[in-house]
């Protein structure tokens, strides 16, 4: 059973930054992807970020347009950081941590993945 953590979420301007973590434990070795979504309230979850590792390479996908938010992996552990830049109000929501996606994807169904974490508040101020 695969425990996520996350970490980083708050309170920030519209304008400003912020990096979420996510870190992986408890049968951890077998994952070979993570992942970002959100929730708003009375809204479906909606993809963010996702990162998959084979052979050593990672392959990020994200559903940022102007390349706002960026997914990355540390120094190849099982912890995934996402860092949001230039917020918007409408980012504001509870974003939730992923792991174990289906193995050829789709990635953005978030339906498909095995592994939730709690969910961390980010609230983005106008």
């Known amino acids: 059973q695969v425990q996520l953590v996350e970490s980083g979420g708050g309170l920030v301007q519209a304008g400003g930054s912020l990096k979420l973590s996510c870190s992986a434990s408890?049968?951890?070795?077998?994952?070979?992807?993570m992942g970002w979504f959100r929730q708003t309230p009375g809204k479906d979850r909606e993809f963010v970020a996702a990162?998959?590792?084979?052979?050593?390479?990672?392959?990020p996908y994200t559903n940022s347009p102007k390349g706002r938010f960026a997914i990355s992996r540390e120094n190849d552990k099982n912890t995934v950081h996402l860092t949001m830049n230039n917020l918007k109000p409408e980012d504001t929501a509870i974003y939730y941590c992923a792991a174990d996606p289906p193995w050829s994807g789709p990635y953005n169904n978030w339906r498909l993945w095995h592994s939730w974490g709690q969910g961390t508040q980010v609230t983005v101020s106008s």
């Open positions: 990162v998959v590792w084979s052979d050593g390479e990672d392959t």
């Open positions: 408890g049968g951890a070795s077998s994952i070979y992807g």
